[in-house]
């Protein structure tokens, strides 16, 4: 019989199954007597027939038509993930410009898409369309089981930005595990995440998407140590259950005919998320050799049971807290200890004489306390700034400016006028230096290292370290921002006999260098959104990341309200250290129930 007729014979679903069974038995007879890099007890092939792609590895099988998965299944649990989605309906492969506009590369007008087999273990989907053409790469990989798909696209059309492989057709009963503000568990069309686009690594804080059923799922990531800039796109306009997984070009894009360049893997599990989180932790581990990483943390940053975000710089609030908390496991973050008003003249790092009273207090009695720094912003009304000024973020599509200016309380951006750049420093007006540059590390090092020695601190906060993504101007010294600020990070922890270093934020790039975080709450920094409850449960970074750094919280959590109280709780089930925000000593000697729970657990 052959293979055309086997599949119109039996039709539908269970043609796929058929056919594996078929091209199972072939893939043996074809390597009897023949030598392979990959065992036949492994059972890991790619065979295409009439335009699909057919994969068996020794964890699923797999069905690929015209760049669509529309079978994924698991050998193990026997789950189908993916299930006849509508090839026709749409693109699998999309060019992406700015704004998000999507040019689909698909075979509609006049255009056309052929598959290659290329060996026993590979193929090739190609795509030449009215508005642009790509190729999708695929492989087995027999050792994990992985399908591994690295889409590609081009146009004649600058301003390319990214290209964007889809999944559609999922279960809806699969609940999404993903690496955003420390961890969701929802559903895709759940209104926090549907039709949304999380860029790396400032909000999908690390590159692997879990889809989790009862019994397993299945995963996607990347092995990208690069710094690729990559993007998840969770559901369409259309459709809440579609996946888009970007390939970023690097900026400027505006001459940009491609991009491409990423491998994404795809395998199932059986279990729950631990299970795909923990292999990508061991491969996460091994690829930047995070074993020396671990051994270079101080012992007492895992004793830490206490945390007090924008401590106030009163020494009473120390005498109080010692009450309650032996101070050798309170962790201080102290933003107002400078001559200069918080958020202006930095990189200027001058302790004013009450921080240095409340600091050396602070290491009088044991207690372990981070003043605050900055990593990349800094004041240009400072004199530095002339150093620096041609490294200034800008952003990929706008080129505007990125840093803030404050004015009665609301942010107003930054000035574009070079006069209002200098001159509105009571207005804090920030802007970022690109970390890539050797000479804004060198100045601010210097800075930090002055003052460090100068308060005999062991323990530093530097801000906006999460800062890192795609820009206009994104190499410097060809060094993209996430690099830069893994080297910056870097340079500040190695900084006289070794420091401690604090940051905002945690993701896959700062957890190498920082061993505490301030973490923020989903899409909820200084204001909870509706719906904040359902974005806790999860500590998907804390698992990934905790070995090597601690997570904190970051404002609201004085507990005055349900709202605070219901902050505190996200943050714990992060897997935070317990953090509350004070305004006086009052709080700690008559707390609320919420800080009292927390002093109760620390204590």
């Not at 599949?7 to 390597?31: D, H, N, P």
């Not at 006849?84 to 056309?112: C, M, W």
């Not at 400027?252 to 395998?267: E, K, Q, T």
């Not at 910056?488 to 934020?505: D, M, N, R």
Request: charged content about 20%; aromatic content about 10%; hydrophobic content about 35%.
């Amino acid at each position: 019989m052959k293979r055309r007729d086997l599949f119109i014979r039996a039709g539908g679903t269970a043609a796929i199954t058929q056919m594996a069974s078929v091209l199972a038995s072939e893939q043996k007879i074809a390597f009897a007597g023949q030598q392979s890099s990959v065992s036949v007890e492994k059972n890991a092939f790619i065979r295409v027939v009439d335009n699909k792609v057919y994969v068996e590895t020794k964890t699923q099988t797999t069905v690929i038509d015209k760049g669509f998965i529309v079978s994924l299944k698991s050998k193990t649990t026997g789950e189908e993930f993916i299930k006849n989605p509508d090839v026709n309906r749409s693109a699998a492969l999309h060019i992406i410009y700015a704004s998000d506009e999507t040019a689909g590369i698909n075979d509609q007008k006049f255009g056309s898409i052929t598959t290659h087999q290329l060996s026993d273990h590979r193929a090739e989907i190609v795509f030449h369309s009215w508005d642009g053409d790509g190729v999708i790469a695929l492989s087995v990989d027999a050792e994990s089981g992985d399908l591994l798909v690295e889409p590609s696209a081009y146009s004649s059309r600058p301003g390319v930005r990214a290209c964007r492989w889809c999944l559609t057709g999922l279960r809806t009963d699969l609940e999404l595990v993903v690496p955003f503000f420390q961890g969701v568990k929802l559903p895709p069309n759940d209104p926090l995440i549907r039709n949304t686009r999380w860029e790396w690594p400032m909000y999908w804080e690390a590159g692997l998407a879990i889809f989790q059923s009862g019994q397993g799922g299945f995963w996607i990531h990347t092995q990208d140590n690069r710094y690729k800039y990559k993007a998840l796109k969770v559901g369409s306009e259309t459709d809440p259950f579609e996946i888009g997984l970007d390939s970023e070009a690097y900026g400027p894009v505006d001459n940009n005919l491609s991009a491409g360049g990423l491998c994404w893997r795809i395998n199932v599990f059986k279990g729950n998320w631990h299970v795909p989180a923990e292999e990508y932790r061991s491969w996460y581990w091994q690829v930047y050799n995070l074993a020396v990483e671990e051994r270079m943390r101080q012992p007492w940053i895992y004793d830490v049971k206490l945390a007090i975000s924008w401590c106030p710089g009163e020494p009473d609030i120390l005498d109080a807290l010692a009450q309650k908390v032996s101070p050798k496991h309170i962790l201080l973050h102290f933003p107002n200890w400078r001559t200069d008003e918080y958020d202006e003249n930095y990189p200027n790092y001058t302790a004013s004489e009450k921080g240095k009273a409340f600091i050396r207090k602070c290491r009088t009695m044991g207690f372990r306390i981070m003043p605050h720094f900055n990593a990349i912003d800094m004041d240009p009304s400072n004199p530095v700034y002339s150093q620096v000024r041609d490294f200034q973020f800008r952003t990929l599509e706008k080129k505007q400016l990125l840093g803030w200016s404050w004015y009665q309380g609301r942010g107003i951006g930054v000035p574009e006028s070079n006069m209002n750049l200098l001159n509105n420093r009571d207005k804090k007006v920030m802007v970022k230096i690109h970390p890539g540059l050797g000479m804004w590390r060198s100045i601010l090092g210097e800075c930090i290292l002055s003052a460090s020695q100068a308060l005999s601190l062991d323990t530093v906060f530097i801000d906006v370290t999460l800062h890192s993504y795609n820009l206009y101007n994104c190499f410097v010294e060809t060094t993209t921002p996430s690099e830069g600020m893994k080297k910056l990070i870097k340079h500040v922890a190695t900084l006289g006999q070794g420091l401690v270093v604090g940051g905002e934020g945690l993701n896959e790039i700062t957890a190498q260098g920082q061993s505490f975080a301030q973490a923020h709450l989903f899409k909820s920094w200084h204001d909870s959104i509706d719906g904040l409850e359902r974005a806790g449960g999860c500590n998907l970074n804390e698992f990934l990341f905790g070995k090597l750094c601690r997570t904190i919280g970051y404002s609201g959590l004085s507990g005055r309200n349900e709202n605070e109280e219901l902050r505190m709780r996200i943050h714990l089930e992060h897997g935070a250290i317990p953090t509350i925000t004070i305004r006086s000593a009052q709080d700690i000697i008559n707390p609320n129930p919420a800080v009292k729970r927390m002093l109760d657990m620390a204590g």
